[in-house]
């Protein structure tokens, strides 16, 4: 295998700038800021019952209890007591119904965390309860759905079955996830003069929390700021459901005029958020005797929860990715989005992509298992290519489908790892071993054509230092990271002269949220285009001074050239220089993604500036006296376009890779018939470990020219390998079968140890 020199090259990587406050517990989030004398603390009362009419609550005991301020409920709100983003069909308390276990009634605030729990045992609730919708089917049965269904559709599925070899249909199911960030919900709201608020939120959308904040609280945008450090981690959970307890610390703050700070224990946060949706699907594929694809239908459905959310884009992407990385002629898609009494779910990187891909891979696999063939030669069979079009009209270009496939099988070899599982599993009795591929390939952009901008105020201090603002939110990916990379490398100046701010909506505001892997793209080319204005503005400094032409000027190690010769000015007197010409030093700059466009009437256009690819190969041994197993490698080519940070990049493949297998193999939501959340701690959620990484983990990059709608050729990485982990879940079942040829492949997820065993030694 050809070992690259990744290692030398992460040498010379930049490091995430936050890792020497993070490794020193320095950094500061939420709970980290300091408060203000006279701060209160905030708990959310939430519904015990998933479905029901409120009758009666008593406040009485817990309200006399020493130390609670004031309870809040809908009838403290002034504005709308309403908080969906893209329906409006979610209160931000409920008035005389619930709808899920975990949601929010009421805001004890009190004087301390501790009197406020204490609180909340004191307060009595009846409720007459309702039928309680748990699954897709059961909502599907009953026609409970947030909004209409989608179809993407091309060709026709219905006539090219006809002309089908092999015709085959099963049924899936992927289970949600828990997002499990570090940090978990949390805001702190001050009072400023004139009515204003400032909320510290642990948002990746700071300006839903600045717009909902102010229509609940019936005041105009501009009294509400919100600012955002950093994330210990978001994961999707963050885009819209920061929301809340930022409104609920606010609308506190608005009454008692006092500062408030809301941060859920990791109990609250389980139970009363949204995670990954579930998905019950039900496909249909056909193929020529050839093994190409040439019709695959299928009906998604969605667990969309009790309230819209996210839900109706992330079943669009859901649309958008049920093809994954193959061409397919004649494609009919459906998604529902159906309404349960569970949490809304909502966003989870990945954002809908992953559930669609688990579709078409079970196909994949089904045809594999009764044909008796193996997957990847369905896979490789079927890979797009150049000028192939996708179910939603955008003709695939640059496409690096098949040169990821041929580079992983080539560079990491295949036939060798094939032979050797071979050889093994005729030698071992009780261990068996598996492997998958697992091509993968995502579109970049906000599926929502509207989202995708961004703005960029940079500031250049007479010193010579700058200040970045931007709409961008570090969670952990390393944004900020990378948008010091851009302006350190425009104005060839050393890193430490510049900082990235906080994220703030007073200095960047109307801002899309940090979300669908695009944030680099998006917010570093506005960067990139202020740099290169306030770049232009110096160069004229110098040609006025020198008298030479602007053309000839260039800053390189902070050292002004003019015609490739090094002068005597240095950045900071020009800086300076520019400060006595009175030039300004301060620009904003705004950039929109060209060329994208989506008509829904029609479900056409081109959405995605661009497609990331890559394949993993993924080797598994099971032991089958346990049912346990162990993932020994997964081998990935990555297509990162050019990667300008390369630790950052391989640091975002290995995480999302590892959340990809958690969700694919052992992480398991589970509420009961009544709506209510069993795994609700960590001892009985079981996220990956260290025990549950694969022994190795390979990433080469793939070697590509790079696309220049992506920021400097280096391509959003941040969830597009999350999906490397359904590889996870065949290779298991392929290990399975080895043990025992009886088995059916199952398409229900996550392949835990429980269901390993008892397909070991079903007949
Ligand atoms: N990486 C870390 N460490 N923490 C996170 O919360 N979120 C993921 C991904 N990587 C996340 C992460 C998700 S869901 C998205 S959409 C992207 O980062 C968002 O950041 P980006 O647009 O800068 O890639
Ligand atoms: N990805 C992530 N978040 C989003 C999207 C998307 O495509 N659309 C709206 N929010
Ligand atoms: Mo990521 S799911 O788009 O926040």
């Not at 494609?331 to 992509?353: D, I």
């Not at 979300?515 to 160069?539: F, H, I, P, Q, V």
């Not at 975002?652 to 701690?681: C, F, H, P, R």
């Not at 040829?741 to 007949?763: C, D, I, Q, R």
Request: charged share 20%; hydrophobic share 40%.
């Amino acid at each position: 295998m050809k070992k690259n020199n990744i290692h030398s090259d992460l040498k010379n990587s930049i490091k995430n700038i936050d890792s020497y406050t993070h490794v020193r517990g320095e950094s500061i989030f939420v709970d980290d800021v300091n408060v203000r004398q006279g701060t209160f603390f905030a708990v959310v009362f939430d519904s015990p019952k998933a479905h029901g009419k409120i009758k009666n609550i008593d406040y009485s005991k817990a309200e006399e209890l020493e130390g609670v301020e004031r309870i809040f409920t809908y009838k403290d709100i002034l504005g709308e007591n309403q908080i969906g983003g893209i329906i409006p069909d979610e209160p931000l308390f409920a008035e005389n119904e619930v709808h899920y276990c975990g949601q929010p009634i009421a805001l004890i605030v009190a004087e301390s965390e501790f009197i406020a729990r204490q609180a909340r045992r004191l307060i009595t609730i009846e409720i007459e309860e309702l039928p309680v919708i748990t699954t897709c089917k059961e909502a599907k049965e009953k026609g409970s759905f947030i909004n209409a269904p989608r179809s993407f559709n091309l060709g026709n599925t219905e006539k090219a079955f006809q002309n089908c070899e092999y015709v085959f249909e099963g049924e899936t199911f992927s289970n949600g996830q828990e997002h499990l960030y570090l940090e978990t919900q949390g805001a702190y709201a001050e009072p400023l003069e004139n009515g204003n608020i400032k909320i510290t939120s642990s948002t990746q959308g700071p300006t839903q929390v600045q717009k909902t904040t102010a229509n609940v609280l019936e005041v105009p945008m501009h009294k509400i700021e919100v600012d955002v450090t950093r994330l210990g981690g978001g994961f999707g959970g963050k885009e819209d459901q920061a929301t809340p307890w930022a409104i609920m610390a606010a609308l506190a703050t608005y009454h008692l005029n006092q500062s408030v700070k809301l941060i859920l224990n990791r109990h609250d946060d389980l139970r009363m958020t949204g995670k990954r949706h579930p998905y019950e699907s039900s496909f249909k594929i056909g193929l020529n005797k050839d093994l190409k694809i040439l019709a695959y239908e299928v009906e998604f459905l969605q667990n969309s929860g009790a309230a819209a959310d996210l839900s109706p884009a992330i079943a669009e992407r859901t649309l958008f990715h049920a093809t994954n990385s193959y061409f397919v002629k004649n494609v009919k898609t459906t998604v529902l989005s159906c309404k349960t009494n569970l949490p809304p779910n909502t966003a989870f990187r990945g954002f809908g992509g992953p559930q669609g891909m688990f579709v078409i891979e079970s196909a994949i696999a089904k045809v594999a298992d009764e044909l008796g063939v193996s997957a990847h030669k369905i896979q490789e069979i079927n890979l797009l290519k150049e000028s192939d079009v996708f179910s939603y009209g955008q003709i695939a270009t640059q496409v690096e489908a098949q040169n990821s496939w041929h580079s992983a099988t080539k560079q990491f070899n295949l036939k060798q790892l094939k032979s050797d599982i071979e050889i093994f599993n005729k030698s071992n009795d009780h261990f068996k071993k598996g492997l998958a591929l697992m091509p993968i390939t995502f579109g970049i952009s906000f599926t929502n054509t509207p989202m995708n901008h961004a703005r960029a105020l940079v500031h250049i201090y007479q010193d010579g230092s700058i200040g970045i603002s931007t709409a961008a939110v570090e969670m952990g990916q390393g944004v900020n990271t990378k948008l010091l990379q851009i302006a350190a490398q425009i104005f060839s100046i050393s890193n430490k002269k510049v900082k990235i701010e906080t994220t703030n909506t007073t200095r960047v505001a109307n801002t899309s949220p940090t979300a669908a892997s695009a944030t680099a793209d998006l917010n570093g080319k506005a960067l990139l285009k202020a740099c290169n204005a306030l770049l232009e503005r110096l160069k004229t400094v110098v040609s006025e001074e020198y008298n030479v032409n602007k053309n000839s000027v260039e800053i390189i190690g902070e050292t002004i050239h003019i015609n490739n010769k090094k002068t005597s000015l240095v950045w900071n007197e020009l800086i300076a220089k520019a400060m006595l010409k009175r030039v300004a030093l301060t620009e904003n700059a705004h950039y929109a993604t060209p060329t994208i466009h989506f008509d829904k009437t029609k479900e056409k256009g081109h959405p995605f500036a661009y497609h990331v690819y890559g394949t993993a190969i993924v080797t598994t041994t099971v032991d089958c006296t346990r049912g346990t197993y162990i993932l020994d490698s997964v081998k990935i080519v990555h297509d990162y376009g050019k990667s300008m940070s390369k630790g950052i990049d391989l640091g975002q493949v290995e995480g999302a890779l590892v959340q990809g297998i958690g969700w694919m193999t052992m992480e398991e939501i589970a509420y009961n018939k009544d709506g209510k959340l069993l795994s609700n701690a960590l001892s009985t959620y079981k996220v990956p470990d260290i025990f549950s990484v694969a022994k190795t983990i390979d990433v080469l990059p793939l070697e590509t020219k790079g696309n220049d709608m992506a920021i400097l050729k280096s391509k959003a990485v941040g969830e597009p390998p999350l999906m490397y982990g359904i590889g996870a879940y065949f290779a298991i079942q392929n290990a399975i079968k080895a043990f025992n040829p009886n088995y059916k492949l199952k398409f229900h997820a996550p392949m835990t140890p429980e269901k390993v065993l008892m397909g070991l030694y079903e007949s």
